[in-house]
C-alpha cells in the first residue's frame, strides 16, 4: 500500500507540473501575440528596413531585453507577425468561400472581400509585400515567405473546388489574382480613390471567366 501511495504522489506530482508548464506555455504564447499585434501596427507603418526592436519595444510598452525573451531577434518577431497576420487573412477569405451559396455568386463574394481587405488592412498588406521582397536579398525570410505562398495557392484551390475546376490550374490563378492584388493596393496606397472599385471589377471579371470554364 505504501508503495502503491508514493507512485500516486509522484503521478499528481507530474500531473500538476504538466499542468503548471501548460499554463505557463499557453501565457507566453498569448503573451507573443499580443506583442505580435503591437509589433504589426509598427511595421505597417514604417516597414521593415525602418523599424528597429527598440521602436517596437517602444510601442508594446516593453523593454528590449523582454522582447527578446520572446522573439529571437527581428527575423524571428517579423516572421511571426506576418504568419500571423496572413493566417487571419487566408481565414477570412475562407469565410468568405464558405458563406457564398453556390458558383453563381462566388466571384462577386470573393471580388467583394479581396477588395474589402485592400480598403481596410492596406498598410498590413503592404507589410507582407515588403517583406516578400525582403525575401528576395535575405535568405532568412526564404522560409516563412514560401510558407505564406503555399498557403495562398491552397487558398486558390478551394476557390477553383467551388467552381468545380482542377485545383492543378492554381499557381496560374493565384499569379493573376496577386498581380492584380499587389497593384491596385499600390494605386490605393498612392491616393488613388478609384483603385479599390477599378480592382473589385478586375477581379469579377478575372473569375467570371473562371466560372465560364464550367457553364456557371
Not at 56 to 78: C, N, P, R, T
Not at 182 to 210: N, P
Request: hydrophobic share 40%; proline share 2%.
Amino acid at each position: 500500500m505504501k508503495l502503491e501511495s508514493e507512485a500516486l504522489s509522484r503521478l499528481q506530482k507530474t500531473e500538476r507540473l504538466h499542468d503548471k508548464a501548460q499554463k505557463l506555455s499557453s501565457k507566453r504564447a498569448q503573451r507573443k501575440q499580443e506583442l505580435a499585434g503591437s509589433a504589426i501596427d509598427t511595421l505597417k507603418q514604417l516597414g521593415y528596413a525602418r523599424t528597429s526592436l527598440r521602436d517596437i519595444a517602444e510601442q508594446s510598452g516593453m523593454s528590449v531585453g523582454m522582447l527578446h525573451y520572446y522573439f529571437e531577434d527581428k527575423v524571428d518577431l517579423i516572421s511571426f507577425c506576418v504568419r500571423k497576420y496572413k493566417k487571419d487573412f487566408i481565414e477570412e477569405m475562407d469565410n468568405v468561400l464558405l458563406a457564398s451559396p453556390g458558383p453563381d455568386t462566388l466571384a462577386e463574394d470573393v471580388a467583394g472581400g479581396l477588395s474589402k481587405s485592400i480598403h481596410y488592412d492596406a498598410e498590413t498588406h503592404r507589410l507582407w509585400y515588403d517583406i516578400r521582397t525582403q525575401a528576395l536579398f535575405e535568405h532568412s525570410f526564404q522560409e516563412v515567405v514560401c510558407e505564406i505562398e503555399a498557403g495562398l495557392i491552397m487558398l486558390v484551390e478551394r476557390l477553383l473546388e467551388k467552381f468545380g475546376l482542377p485545383k492543378e490550374t492554381a499557381l496560374p490563378v493565384y499569379l493573376n489574382l496577386d498581380g492584380s492584388f499587389r497593384y491596385y493596393l499600390q494605386r490605393h496606397l498612392f491616393g488613388d480613390e478609384d483603385a479599390v472599385e477599378t480592382f473589385r471589377q478586375v477581379v469579377m471579371a478575372q473569375l467570371s471567366a473562371l466560372a465560364a470554364e464550367t457553364g456557371n
